[in-house]
């Protein structure tokens, strides 16, 4: 994923409630870090690969996955940013919802100033 799909994502299930942020996982090699709740942390597309997977990790530890979803390398953002949403932690092999849970009250968007100076202000 690319810096800047990665970083709409981000604001995309920012927007949701959903507590994301850009994880920088190598030279030009971006993707999505979402916080769990009880201190995990879901890595989204960090490993360069064209479908969509994650790697749960806790403390630096891997402790579940949410293998390759099916036909994911055609999806668009807002399929991207859906089934990140609809993604149910729980199990060491996470699985896909059917729907969605209700999203949460919209949490700030980061990079605050240097964000707006790295962009042109066109925010």
């Known amino acids: 994923m690319d810096e ?3 970083q709409r994502v981000v604001d995309a299930l920012r927007d949701r ?3 994301a942020h850009l994880e920088r996982a190598g030279v030009a090699q971006y993707g999505v870090r979402v916080a769990l709740r009880d201190g ?3 890595m989204w597309d960090t490993d360069g ?5 994650a790697q749960v990790m806790r403390d630096g530890v891997l402790v579940g996955f949410v293998p390759h979803i099916e036909g994911s390398e055609n999806f ?4 991207v940013v859906d089934a ?12 896909q919802r059917t729907t969605a849970p209700p999203a949460a009250p919209p949490l700030p968007r980061e990079g605050g100033l240097f964000r707006r100076f790295r962009q042109g202000f066109r925010e």
């Open 84 to 95: 990140i949403a609809r993604t149910d932690y729980d199990q060491p092999i996470a699985r």
């Open 49 to 53: 690969t064209a479908g969509l997977e």
């Open 76 to 79: 668009d953002e807002h399929q």
């Open 4 to 6: 800047s799909r990665a």
């Open 17 to 19: 409630g959903v507590p």
């Open 40 to 42: 995990r942390q879901a």
